[in-house]
Each structure stands twice: as structure tokens, then as C-alpha cells.
């Protein structure tokens, strides 16, 4: 039980948040590509599978245009098992509040800034919280639930990797 003690818990939540979108096409916020994607250049299965969006597809963002591009062409590699369990956490996805999908969408945009070690040990702490019964997980849960905010911070605080900072920027020579 020690170890369980350890495991920050508000990480967790920003992983499983991460995991449960990573199948989800095009749901991540990128910034847009300076071209968008040519309709020729999907794949017959691509066009197969957007051919809901061929007669618009002009008048689509580049960025979501490439979104779509890349949504598509990993659901055409997924198996039914993995398509089937995308259409379930998009259909969740959608039925969400506006707010709690802003809230999703910003602890993905930190996931990705953080750096390949914090992301390791991220999805550690993960698997380790993931391997305990349902009766850890839910008594940690409710530990968690009775804490201040403050007592909260204190702990995301003590638990979480120390950055290094980032190098001074050099000057070229003159």
C-alpha cells in the first residue's frame, strides 16, 4: 500500500484522459498546415470513408482537412475490435458537457508538453494504479475526493518530476 500512497493521482486522471483519445480522430486542437490536403491524395479507402465530405471537401480547413487525413487513415489500419471500441469513447466524447471536453483538451495539450522521461513516468504511475483491484483504486479515488484543494496542490507538488530549465539561448557570433 505504501507505493499506492505515492501515485499521483491527478496525473493518472490527465493519462487515462489521454488514452481514452488517442483513438479519436481528429479531436486534438492543431495548429493548421499552410496547405490542406488534396482529395486525390487520400487513399481509395480513405475516399471510401470520407465520402460523406468529397462534394465539400474544398471548403474544409486545411487543418481539420488534415486531421481528417490522418483520422482516417489510422481507422483504416485499425481492426474491428479497435474500431468498435473508438466509436464507444467517441460516442462518450460527444455526449460530454462542452466544458468537461475543454477541460479533456487542455490535460492533452500539457500531456504532450511535457518530456519523453515525465511522459514515461506518467504511464508508469498508470499501469501501477491500473494493476491495483477495484477496491485500491476506488479507496484511493475516495481519499482523493476528501481532500482540500490545497491538500491536493500539496500533493501533485511533492509528486511531481522536478523540471530542469531550459538552456540559455546562445547568441551566433558576430
Known amino acids: 500500500m505504501p507505493r499506492v500512497k505515492t501515485m499521483n493521482l491527478k496525473l493518472t486522471w490527465i493519462l487515462a484522459a489521454w488514452l481514452a483519445s488517442v483513438a479519436l480522430p481528429a479531436v486534438a486542437e492543431e495548429p493548421a498546415p499552410e496547405q490542406g490536403v488534396a482529395w ?24 481539420r482537412q488534415q486531421a481528417m487525413a490522418v483520422g482516417s487513415e489510422r481507422w483504416v489500419t485499425m481492426t474491428p475490435e479497435q474500431q468498435a471500441k473508438a466509436r464507444e469513447r467517441w460516442s462518450k466524447w460527444k455526449k460530454l458537457p462542452p466544458e468537461q471536453r475543454g477541460k479533456l483538451r487542455d490535460r492533452w495539450r500539457r500531456f504532450h508538453e511535457l518530456t519523453p522521461e515525465e511522459k514515461e ?35 501533485i507538488q511533492r509528486r511531481a518530476p522536478q523540471r530542469r530549465p531550459a538552456p540559455a539561448p546562445t547568441r551566433p557570433p558576430r
Do not use: H
Open 40 to 63: 486525390e491524395s487520400l487513399t481509395e479507402a480513405q475516399q471510401k470513408l470520407l465520402a460523406k465530405q468529397r462534394e465539400t471537401w474544398n471548403t474544409i480547413p486545411p487543418g
Open 121 to 155: 513516468a506518467l504511464r508508469d504511475k498508470y499501469q501501477r494504479f491500473q494493476s491495483l483491484s477495484a477496491e485500491q483504486r476506488e479507496a484511493l479515488r475516495d481519499r482523493w475526493r476528501q481532500m482540500t484543494p490545497e491538500q491536493r496542490q500539496r500533493v
